[in-house]
């Protein structure tokens, strides 16, 4: 195993066993997996870097609860994997020697996730800590990139934008083709092949240049005649004239043209 730091797991929410799982397949030394109710209290147990993987609002008191034991952390690393908040939550344990660090996944974590492949990881913290990050993303096939404290919750936010609203707005494209008679079970199996290909597109050019479309043609009357047949419909015109705009602004056009 060379260099690569042992693990330990705090929390088997989706994201603990998604990662104890995945650091197993990959030969990582999973030393030790904790509960809620199975709390740290002697270094012995821990690896060389510490995973915090419970949910956000339990984030502090865990954190709390390993500083009330005063454990030495020295030659450790504590990282949390919240989207939101920064290594300096981590700071009561810093007192305790460890190096602090988070280290959020940008994808979407279920109780199916088995693999981290290919994803990157958002890291801010102390130098040494984001090293032993780095090398165990890397044992996962996965990346590593540094940010700024004040930039994780907006990245977060656009990790949101990106991977939630993308669900809701096929919802809303299987309302539009409600509209039409046709049901959800028919148009999202229909649809979902265009996003793929969309998605693919986007990998492999520029963004503008994965446009396809009225907008991207230029085609004005397609449009309203869009426009028109989502009058009234519980805001999804609304919704479509919004993202229209910011369509038009990516193609390189004048939004008040079609909107």
């Known amino acids: 195993m060379g260099n690569v730091p042992s693990v330990s797991i705090i929390g088997l929410g989706n994201v603990g066993r998604a990662l104890c799982n995945a650091f197993k397949?990959?030969?990582?030394?999973v030393e030790s997996v904790f509960t809620k109710s199975d709390p740290v209290t002697e270094t012995s147990r821990l690896g060389d870097v510490v995973l915090l993987t419970v949910r956000d609002d339990?984030?502090?008191d865990v954190i709390d609860e390993l500083s009330r034991h005063a454990i030495d952390l020295s030659f450790k690393t504590v990282a949390h994997c919240s989207g939101v908040h920064t290594s300096g939550v981590l700071a009561p344990l810093k007192s305790l020697g460890a190096q602090v660090a988070s280290f959020h996944p940008i994808m979407a974590?279920?109780?199916?996730?088995?693999?981290?492949?290919?994803?990157?990881?958002?890291?801010?913290?102390?130098?040494d800590a984001l090293h032993q990050l780095s090398?165990?993303?890397?044992?996962?096939?996965?990346?590593?990139?540094?940010?700024?404290?004040?930039?994780?919750?907006?990245?977060?936010?656009a990790a949101v934008t990106a991977s939630n609203y993308m669900v809701a707005l096929v919802y809303v494209a299987s309302l539009v083709a409600e509209k039409g008679g046709i049901s959800e079970e028919e148009s999202i199996p229909a649809l979902l092949p265009l996003m793929e290909a969309t998605?693919?597109?986007m990998k492999n050019q520029p963004l503008p240049d994965a446009l396809t479309g009225p907008i991207a043609r230029g085609d004005?009357?397609?449009?309203?005649?869009?426009?028109?047949?989502?009058e009234n419909n519980d805001g999804i015109q609304e919704v479509y004239t919004i993202l229209g705009k910011f369509t038009a602004q990516l193609a390189g056009k004048d939004p008040d043209s079609f909107f």
């Open 199 to 201: 998605l693919q597109n």
């Open 109 to 127: 974590v279920t109780d199916q996730t088995v693999s981290f492949e290919g994803i990157w990881f958002d890291v801010e913290g102390n130098s």
């Open 25 to 29: 397949t990959a030969e990582v030394n």
């Open 58 to 60: 339990t984030l502090n």
């Open 135 to 157: 090398v165990l993303a890397a044992q996962l096939n996965a990346q590593t990139f540094a940010v700024q404290p004040g930039a994780k919750p907006l990245l977060h936010a």
């Open 220 to 230: 004005f009357k397609t449009v309203e005649k869009h426009l028109q047949l989502l």
